[in-house]
């Protein structure tokens, strides 16, 4: 497997992780579930936190998540596969 494959997916987890985080803030999980809610939280929310700082409030829904996820998928992603494979890895 090659470094670009690697950041491919890690990349994906990611994202999966970030999905996974905005769908368990809709409800109050407790026991394991907000365990797993906190130790996402502190994975997701530096990144998240990026762009809350620059998109404003649109009403009371919360769309830094999903452009987050938008960026990396999109921008971030192929950027440094590509880096990476013109690298060599």
Known sequence: MSVSTLVQRIISFYS???FI???MSWFHPT????D???ILGQLCEPYIGIFRR????????DFTP????L???YLIGP????LLRTAGL
Do not use: E
């Open 16 to 18: 999966l992780c970030i």
């Open 21 to 23: 985080y905005v769908i």
């Open 31 to 34: 026991g394991v579930l907000y």
């Open 36 to 38: 797993i809610y906190r």
């Open 54 to 61: 620059v998109v404003p409030a649109m009403g009371g829904i």
């Open 66 to 69: 999903w452009i987050a996820v």
């Open 71 to 73: 960026v990396l998928q």
């Open 79 to 82: 950027l440094l596969v590509t």
